[in-house]
């Protein structure tokens, strides 16, 4: 399993600020560094598949707040990142779930177990090519 680091968070951080908006700048490095870790820690000592890491990242970067604005949006850009450079994706029914999905996460109204069901109705694994 690939795992994402700090580095290409931080490019998809400042892309994602420059395309849609927002403040730019990391708040707090040990918070990011820390909801990153949680995936691959969760890999290595629970045994977590795709679908729990890619929640974990998309549960752990929204509660984390470690970036000045676009948390909501790093942690689903995040989750659908590892996911691609894991040959596999997630397809909601539309927009609107993922946004209302991501929003309930930043609000606290989820859990990071209720994250992996909605991840898992929506996996998909690519088959290579």
Known sequence: MKFLKTQQILI???RTINQHGGS???RDSGALESALAAAENRYH???ADLVMCAATY???LSQAHAFIDGNKRIASLAADAFLGLNNARLVAPDDEEIIKLFLQIASGEMTRDEVETKFAEWFVEDKKS
């Open 12 to 14: 998809l951080h400042e």
């Open 24 to 26: 730019h700048g990391l």
């Open 45 to 47: 000592y629970e045994n």
């Open 58 to 60: 998309a549960y752990h």
